[in-house]
């Protein structure tokens, strides 16, 4: 192939350089007339051309997985607190606070359900309760976990009302004699603001689907019909919580009616209503523990879940006052709480 002329045109033929394309080595040779043909080595279609790595084409690819294995490994190693022992031991749950949400402490008993050198399990409840959801939740996970390795309760401070429910799902529950527990019942929490909203000059209008769709809703008094309708909600939660505290506890139906009216126990108190297996310290049941996993008291402690990063004095003042988090504010609140 020749070009006898370079793409701007002009000039002569014989004072151009013509150029071809050769599969050998580059090379040049002048011919008489000053014009010089130059031979440009072309690529041999069966030799591919070498490839970039995939760090040059996609270096925001690699850099992005990069960044999503270290924050993976560091979830790893900070998991629980701890990275899992290697021989065999006893795993630990937290269960502290006011309870809005249970996906943390579900997630950790699942974790130690299924690692093989975890033997038995201490669950620490220090909770008056909380939302409805979350502390059957809870429950649930627990009892599983109970179900293929012993599991043991013991109730610090208060554990009431939700905070008791979830302890029912363990195969001994150990309480401090001054703990506060019990709180078997249900309330739903229902705020009346229209009489500040009448002093402020506001008012509220809500359109609704159907006639009960608005109850409970603080900007409006309750009707007749309205608390007889939410009343059927709070009652069947109640006798769902009651159900479980009878089945659990073995308890008769006279038992039963005596220490389901809501009413706080001391730790001491609860034993005699047989609420609770035995009190102690938390030593007592780890060793007791320890008798039921085969395991000596001095085996390490797998502890979980992951602390959340609000501080123990904003998590004790939220607990206490029966507080949560903004985004968990809704109204009515169904709660097993005292």
Known sequence: MDMTQPPGGGGRPEDQDQFRFDSGAESASRHPGGSRTVYIQQQPAWCPARPRSFFRRHPFLTVLGVIVVLVLAGKAIHYGGEMLPKGDGFGVIKVEGFMDASGDVVEWAET??????????????????????????????????????????????????????????????????????????????????????????????????????????????????????????????????????????????QEIATVSDGRIFTGRQALRHKLVDSTGDQSDALRLLAKLSGLPESAPLTIGPPEEEESALQKLILSWLGLEPASGMRFPRLLFSF
């Open 112 to 253: 130690l359900r299924d690692d093989a050198h975890i033997k038995g399990v201490l669950v620490y409840v220090n909770s008056p309760g909380g939302a409805v959801a979350p502390a059957m939740e809870m429950y649930e996970a627990i009892n599983r976990l109970n179900t293929k390795k012993p599991v043991v309760v013991y109730m610090g401070a208060v554990a009431a009302s939700g905070g008791y429910l979830v302890s029912l799902g363990a195969r001994h529950i150990v309480a401090n004699p001054t703990t506060v527990t019990g709180s078997i019942g249900v309330k739903m929490e229902i705020p009346n603001v229209t009489g500040l909203m009448d002093k402020i000059g506001i008012s509220q209008t809500s359109l609704t689907s159907g006639p009960m769709k608005d109850a409970g809703s603080p900007f409006h008094p309750l009707t007749g019909e309205e608390r007889s309708y939410l009343m059927g909600v709070v009652n069947d939660m109640f006798s769902q919580f009651r159900e479980l505290v009878q089945k659990k506890r073995k308890l008769t139906n």
